[in-house]
């Protein structure tokens, strides 16, 4: 079994940054692709970004300049950075990863980190 756990989130005011990190814990796995979404009460769940375990990087629309994925292999793990953040970035963000586990593929997913911008 692997786990996906967040940590970061917080309440900012407009214009202030956070670091959101999460990392994958379990055994005989491997990490391929992992990724940021987020999802803002009423709204269905977007993609904020994500990264392939080779570092490239795609970014939503709403984000692009503004925030940044990154991620450490040997740690298993995959961070946002979030600047210039703006109300409507409140969200839960939720840390997502394509897993392999022995021979099986399938999806993780954190247990969501709430981001609150407001003045």
């Known amino acids: 079994q692997v786990q996906l756990v967040e940590s970061g989130g917080g309440a900012v005011q407009p214009g202030g940054s956070l670091r959101l990190s999460c990392a994958a814990s379990?055994?005989?796995?491997?990490?391929?692709?992992m990724a940021w979404y987020r999802q803002a009460p009423g709204k269905q769940r977007e993609l904020v970004a994500d990264?392939?375990?080779?570092?490239?990087?795609n970014y939503g629309d709403s984000v692009k300049g503004r925030f940044t994925i990154s991620r450490d292999n040997a740690k298993n793990t995959v961070y946002l950075q979030l600047n210039s953040l703006k109300p409507e970035d409140t969200a839960v963000y939720y840390c997502?990863?394509?897993?392999?586990?022995?021979?099986?593929?399938?999806?993780?997913w954190g247990q969501g980190a709430q981001v609150t911008v407001s003045s």
């Open positions: 997502q990863a394509q897993v392999i586990v022995l021979t099986i593929i399938r999806d993780y």
């Open positions: 990264i392939t375990s080779g570092g490239k990087t």
């Open positions: 379990g055994r005989f796995f491997v990490v391929n692709s």
